[in-house]
């Protein structure tokens, strides 16, 4: 039987496996739970205010509760799945992510919500890094490219389908479900996903893989946790004298891993050393650590401000979730645009597209801030459209060429683990920036209307993406190849 299949780690796979590409299909749909999810969500986050009566604290953590859990597990999540098999622990994601999401649906209270989103947050880090470890198996060096980018072509369109299907669930209210059919729509594919996993996605494991380094995560969990945790509560409960020691402890617990992780690279002798979490050595690379600001401050700025945007178009304009996510959709066209030029571009210019890509986000949220008075309550959604294009485009230009630009810097022989920290950076970003804009947004909310806060908090998320811009600069000036990429 297919699943009985096990494919041990090595550079190639010369015949291939028989059914790899129903097996890449079966696993791209799982990991498109999750990228559907990030945006789905905040389509109905509105809905989900009124309905259980959220504070707008819990409507935060709804959002980067998700976002922290999985910046936590992802690194060791594919450590697991290298030693243990990582049809094994997809499955587990799957199977946990659709349980969590039955959860969330069922929800009483914004608590509750929050505590199914954690959970979700982690099952999805679970799947997510066994999809690509798997195809680099499974795949011949000739066909990795062609998985990939079909991988990267769906992961691009979720984005939108999120945004509609958010708006489509929540206002045809199917069964009275409301906005609770944003997460039940999960549990059949969830369920599709394991089944037919089971049967055609072989198990695979790298048999040289490291002992997963369970203290090390759990630092780095708590660690991320004091980062986020003060910043969230702390506008509600006025910014008590602990936030500030909190939040230093847990940017001491970050250094403190890496130091731990530093000295026991440089030990001899053990035959299975701990899987590193956070490759420290990797931040003395200029360009490493350039691009892994720029992915947080990116991140940051755009999570942030689409937070702050989807209340103001439902709760400030009165626009309805479907209304709202249409709407939305115009910035995911502009990445659309933006995306096929995105990588060719770079290889030619380097890093002078991405900075061009980072101006293009500033200038799309500034003309979003401009327009915004002249929408109206129920008024047309057309002002802020083109605003929304030129950041979509400038999100490509940015964002898509990003990995292979800051490869060309990084050794070949640990591009992968590379690759993981800035998918922890990515996730990490984004909670941070709906705490610090969700703290600007609210915090402006008491006194003021949804439209001038968000043009408040717009000038926060332009700032973000300046700054991903002057990063731009410290990264190598040409790309890798994706054929390269796809070999590393």
Same mark, same amino acid.
């Given at each position: 039987?297919?699943?009985?299949?096990?494919?041990?780690?090595?550079?190639?796979?010369?015949?291939?496996?028989?059914?790899?590409?129903?097996?890449?299909?079966?696993?791209?749909?799982?990991?498109?739970?999750?990228?559907?999810?990030?945006?789905?969500?905040?389509?109905?986050?509105?809905?989900?205010?009124?309905?259980?009566?959220?504070?707008?604290?819990?409507?935060?953590?709804?959002?980067?509760?998700?976002?922290?859990?999985?910046?936590?597990?992802?690194?060791?999540?594919?450590?697991?799945?290298?030693?243990?098999?990582?049809?094994?622990?997809?499955?587990?994601?799957?199977?946990?992510?659709?349980?969590?999401?039955?959860?969330?649906?069922?929800?009483?209270?914004?608590?509750?919500?929050?505590?199914?989103?954690?959970?979700?947050?982690?099952?999805?880090?679970?799947?997510?890094?066994?999809?690509?470890?798997?195809?680099?198996?499974?795949?011949?060096?000739?066909?990795?490219?062609?998985?990939?980018?079909?991988?990267?072509?769906?992961?691009?369109?979720?984005?939108?389908?999120?945004?509609?299907?958010?708006?489509?669930?929540?206002?045809?209210?199917?069964?009275?479900?409301?906005?609770?059919?944003?997460?039940?729509?999960?549990?059949?594919?969830?369920?599709?996903?394991?089944?037919?996993?089971?049967?055609?996605?072989?198990?695979?494991?790298?048999?040289?893989?490291?002992?997963?380094?369970? #203290?090390?995560?759990?630092?780095?969990?708590?660690?991320?946790?004091?980062?986020?945790? #003060?910043?969230?509560?702390?506008?509600?409960?006025?910014?008590?004298?602990?936030?500030?020691?909190?939040?230093?402890?847990?940017?001491?617990?970050?250094?403190?891993?890496?130091?731990?992780?530093?000295?026991?690279?440089?030990?001899?002798?053990?035959?299975?050393?701990?899987?590193?979490?956070?490759?420290?050595?990797?931040?003395?690379?200029?360009?490493?650590?350039?691009?892994?600001?720029?992915?947080?401050?990116?991140?940051?700025?755009?999570?942030?401000?689409?937070?702050?945007?989807?209340?103001?178009?439902?709760?400030?304009?009165?626009?309805?979730?479907?209304?709202?996510?249409?709407?939305?959709?115009?910035?995911?066209?502009?990445?659309?645009?933006?995306?096929?030029?995105?990588?060719?571009?770079?290889?030619?210019?380097?890093?002078?597209?991405?900075?061009?890509?980072?101006?293009?986000?500033?200038?799309?949220?500034?003309?979003?801030?401009?327009?915004?008075?002249?929408?109206?309550?129920?008024?047309?959604?057309?002002?802020?459209?083109?605003?929304?294009?030129?950041?979509?485009?400038?999100?490509?230009?940015?964002?898509?060429?990003?990995?292979?630009?800051?490869?060309?810097?990084?050794?070949?022989?640990?591009?992968?683990?590379?690759?993981?920290?800035?998918?922890?950076?990515?996730?990490?970003?984004?909670?941070?920036?709906?705490?610090?804009?969700?703290?600007?947004?609210?915090?402006?909310?008491?006194?003021?209307?949804?439209?001038?806060?968000?043009?408040?908090?717009?000038?926060?998320?332009?700032?973000?993406?300046?700054?991903?811009?002057?990063?731009?600069?410290?990264?190598?000036?040409?790309?890798?190849?994706?054929?390269?990429?796809?070999?590393?």
């Amino acid at each position: 039987m297919a699943s009985q299949t096990v494919v041990a780690e090595r550079p190639a796979v010369p015949a291939g496996y028989r059914w790899r590409w129903l097996a890449a299909i079966v696993m791209i749909v799982g990991a498109l739970m999750d990228m559907i999810d990030v945006t789905i969500v905040n389509v109905a986050l509105p809905t989900i205010r009124r309905d259980l009566h959220a504070t707008a604290t819990q409507l935060e953590w709804v959002v980067s509760g998700y976002m922290l859990a999985f910046a936590a597990a992802l690194i060791i999540a594919g450590n697991l799945g290298d030693l243990f098999g990582r049809k094994r622990i997809f499955l587990l994601g799957a199977g946990l992510f659709g349980l969590a999401s039955l959860c969330a649906g069922l929800s009483a209270s914004g608590a509750d919500l929050i505590a199914a989103r954690v959970v979700q947050g982690a099952a999805a880090a679970a799947m997510t890094p066994q999809v690509l470890a798997t195809f680099r198996v499974i795949f011949a060096p000739r066909e990795r490219g062609a998985a990939f980018g079909v991988y990267g072509a769906m992961l691009g369109f979720a984005s939108a389908i999120g945004l509609v299907l958010g708006g489509v669930l929540t206002e045809a209210n199917l069964f009275g479900w409301s906005w609770r059919s944003v997460f039940f729509v999960n549990v059949p594919v969830a369920a599709c996903a394991m089944i037919a996993g089971l049967r055609v996605v072989p198990e695979t494991r790298d048999q040289a893989a490291g002992r997963p380094d369970l #203290p090390g995560a759990v630092l780095l969990a708590a660690s991320l946790i004091a980062v986020v945790y #003060p910043l969230l509560e702390g506008r509600a409960l006025g910014w008590p004298a602990w936030v500030w020691p909190v939040l230093l402890a847990g940017l001491a617990g970050l250094g403190l891993l890496g130091v731990l992780e530093h000295r026991r690279s440089r030990r001899q002798g053990r035959a299975r050393p701990a899987a590193p979490l956070l490759r420290a050595g990797l931040l003395r690379i200029p360009a490493f650590a350039a691009g892994l600001g720029i992915q947080v401050a990116f991140a940051a700025g755009m999570q942030g401000f689409f937070l702050a945007f989807a209340l103001w178009l439902q709760a400030g304009e009165h626009f309805s979730p479907l209304k709202a996510g249409l709407t939305a959709v115009a910035f995911s066209a502009g990445s659309f645009i933006g995306a096929p030029a995105a990588v060719p571009l770079a290889q030619r210019h380097g890093r002078g597209i991405l900075a061009s890509g980072a101006a293009g986000m500033v200038a799309g949220i500034l003309g979003v801030a401009l327009a915004a008075g002249h929408v109206g309550v129920g008024g047309s959604p057309w002002p802020v459209v083109p605003g929304l294009v030129v950041a979509g485009a400038g999100l490509a230009l940015l964002v898509v060429p990003l990995v292979n630009v800051v490869l060309a810097a990084v050794p070949a022989e640990v591009a992968g683990g590379a690759s993981g920290l800035f998918g922890t950076a990515q996730q990490l970003g984004g909670a941070l920036g709906v705490a610090v804009l969700g703290t600007v947004f609210f915090g402006y909310l008491g006194a003021h209307s949804f439209e001038a806060s968000l043009v408040h908090t717009a000038p926060y998320a332009m700032g973000a993406f300046a700054l991903c811009g002057a990063l731009s600069m410290l990264l190598p000036r040409t790309a890798v190849s994706e054929e390269a990429l796809t070999e590393a």
